[in-house]
């Protein structure tokens, strides 16, 4: 800060100078920031497409059927047309209508599951690392015993019985799976952090349980606490898709999983309608990358061995 | 040294019974609470066959006597828990009279051949090429390929699966579509049935493969770059030892033991991918299966094959843990003292 008055100017300097403090926070990584804006790309795609698209286009019927994306030709030698820019389905509902409604909602059921999962497990983990004893015990036990059931196979048993589900229901569900491994997470940390210098420190100047669990310990596990939300967010998306691709999951409201499921049972890869099941894959993908990326950024930044290395 | 000691081993069981039973008991449950009533889905399927159904009170209360869903709800669950011990959860409702069990057997081996030639493939590249992105030794393009070939691995294995199946099935028809092997081959241990049902394995292990590796590359680089500051790396390399030898016997061996614990952690989600790639490569294992119970509605086959996979999970991670203080000696449970 101070040393720029004598600093060399040549260009080579000046930018190494600036990698350097770029490095130096490590929350701006190139890392993190490449997957937040692969997601930040995905929500501006639902927010703004809402106002520039006619989303009337879902419905079935709504739309010739099986038409191309612009640019290319389908098996009856039909061009596209820029009415249906990324094409139609064999339901005629037009692919960017449907991805337009149907991405941001994976991405919801994903961040809401997680959130929920998260608040519980940050409870049940401060409360077994601090109270120990018998509740110690059986969170531990729970979480051991949660860790092992996929989520899927209960979730499946609960959607065929229930059929339709919303996606704020399909969320909670999904939620109910999710508290382990943030649980197991903190209350590793919380013991390992109770015998640090700084907590007994606070303890010893008289300072509160809560204060204690939240002002001097919580701050310190932020790096630990978004990776493990970023991780629960991709197996909440994964679950969600998978039963949407069953077809099981929301059947009113568009989703990807469930326009996969669709181009699949329609035999959509034998008749070559790539843009069907694939569009809907791609931006699954997209946004599976984007949420590895900014968990690897947040690994850099809780573990500084690995930034020596990228 | 390697000695289980008993309240270890006692925890363990008892984590692997609450797992089972908690399973079970929410599978059970979960469609009691449901306003669908199992023997009316049987009287519908038996009016659409028919076109109409004469009797249809006395009929539903006989459905209900043989399901047992007429008896007071302790004793189904009683009963339930019974037949769930021994692999009994009654016939299956779409291909009636079949027991559940029966159709589970046949689909079983496909599935576990598949999870397990997935699985030691993947296990073996994965953590192969997460110790060579560390070392120092291997080639600038290595270190600059696999991070980038990671990327793809955040995927889930439906997606790379239908991605394959479009590319080497449909467009270039190298491989099947469909199916565990061709129609035209008669199962059996012979070299035409074995040579088919690689072919038509081949697509889906690779579209788990492929997704999965990276998982065990990032954590085996983690490991690798704490094993490599080690001091007794640092005297092997100054022993001359090559430099081959050091990465194989002294490095990954080391590094490779927690990426065994991590593999408990991991099953659940592995087996549910694979449930799924087996959906859309129709593949005839439990994944099948499950989707065609689905459709027809066939209660007990979907909780057969639930309750089915999550034993076999839980019982993985149980293995995983009993045999996990032989091989890693570094590792002392809690009351052995």
Redesign the interface.
């Known amino acids: 800060m101070t040393s720029t008055d004598q600093s060399p100017q040549t260009r080579a300097d000046r930018a190494t100078a600036k990698r350097m403090r770029r490095f130096d926070n490590p929350w701006l990584n190139p890392k993190l920031i490449w997957g937040a804006s692969l997601l930040l790309f995905i929500i501006a795609l639902g927010i703004l497409g809402r106002f520039v698209w006619n989303l009337d286009l879902v419905f079935t019927g709504s739309t010739p059927l099986k038409l191309p994306p612009v640019g290319f030709e389908n098996l009856r030698r039909q061009e596209g047309v820029w009415d249906y820019p990324l094409g139609t389905d064999g339901g005629g509902r037009d692919i960017l209508a449907l991805i337009i409604m149907g991405a941001p909602n994976s991405l919801f059921v994903g961040m809401l599951a997680s959130l929920i999962g998260m608040s519980v497990g940050i409870t049940l983990g401060f409360t077994a690392g601090f109270v120990g004893g018998r509740t110690d015990d059986t969170i531990r036990i729970l979480s051991d015993v949660m860790i092992t059931i996929p989520p899927l196979l209960i979730l499946v048993v609960f959607q065929a019985a229930y059929g339709d589900v919303s996606l704020t229901m399909m969320a909670l569900l999904i939620a109910c799976f999710v508290w382990q491994s943030p649980t197991r997470l903190i209350r590793a940390q919380v013991l390992s952090m109770r015998t640090s210098g700084y907590v007994q420190m606070a303890q010893l100047s008289g300072a509160s349980t809560p204060h204690i669990m939240f002002r001097e310990m919580l701050p310190n596990l932020v790096p630990y606490l978004f990776g493990s939300f970023i991780a629960n967010v991709t197996t909440s998306i994964v679950t969600a898709v998978g039963l949407e691709v069953l077809g099981l999951g929301p059947q009113r409201i568009p989703t990807l999983g469930r326009t996969i499921y669709e181009a699949i049972n329609a035999g959509a890869l034998i008749q070559n309608l790539w843009w069907w099941w694939g569009i809907p894959t791609l931006l699954l993908a997209v946004m599976f990358i984007g949420l590895l990326l900014i968990n690897l950024g947040l690994d850099e930044i809780s573990n500084p061995r690995l930034r020596k290395l990228s | 040294m390697g000695r289980i000691p008993r309240s270890y081993l006692i925890n363990r069981v ?2 692997l019974l ?2 089972v039973w ?2 079970a008991t ?2 059970w449950i ?2 009691r ?2 306003p ?1 009533d199992p023997a009316e889905i049987a009287l519908g399927r038996m009016a659409a066959g028919a076109g109409s159904v004469a009797n249809a009170d006395e009929i539903l209360a006989q459905l209900r006597a043989s399901m047992g869903i007429d008896q007071p709800l302790l004793i189904q669950y009683l009963k339930y828990l019974g037949g769930a011990l021994t692999f009994d959860f009654g016939l299956s409702t779409a291909s009636f009279p079949t027991p559940v069990s029966q159709l589970i057997a046949s689909a079983l081996p496909w599935t576990l051949g598949l999870m397990i030639l997935s699985l030691v493939i993947t296990f073996v590249i994965g953590n192969l090429l997460g110790a060579l ?2 070392w120092e030794r291997s080639p600038n393009l290595v270190k600059v390929a696999i ?1 980038a070939a990671m ?6 294995p ?2 790379s699966g ?2 394959l ?2 590319v080497f ?3 270039l028809q190298w491989f099947p ?1 469909t199916g565990a092997y061709g129609l035209t081959v008669e199962p059996g241990w012979t070299w035409s049935f074995v040579q088919s049902v690689l072919h038509h394995g081949f697509l889906p292990a690779v579209s788990i493969v492929i997704v999965t590796f990276g998982f065990w590359a ?1 954590g085996m ?2 490991l690798m ?2 094993v490599q500051g080690e001091d007794y790396v640092k005297l092997a390399e100054a022993k001359g030892l090559r430099p081959r030898y050091i990465l194989y016997r002294y490095m990954i061996r080391n590094a490779i033991l927690p990426q065994i614990t991590a593999f ?2 991991k ?3 592995l ?3 694979q ?2 790639v087996e ?2 490569f129709a593949y005839n294992g439990m994944g099948k299966l ?2 065609d ?3 027809d ?1 066939d ?1 007990p086959v ?2 057969g ?2 309750y089915v ?2 034993l076999m ?2 019982v993985s ?1 149980f293995l995983v843990d009993l045999i996990y203080p032989f091989i890693d000696p570094r590792i002392r449970h809690e009351g052995d003292t």
């Open positions: 008892i984590t609450l797992t908690i399973a929410l599978i979960i469609p609470l449901s669908v992105m560390v991070p990327v793809f691995t955040s995927i889930p439906i997606l239908l991605l199946m479009w099935s449909a467009q579509l990032l680089r983690g770059i704490t408990a952690l099953i659940g989600l087996v549910a991918g449930v799924l959906r859309i499950l989707y119970a689905i459709l509605q209660f979907i909780q094959i639930s996979i999550i999970t839980a991670v």
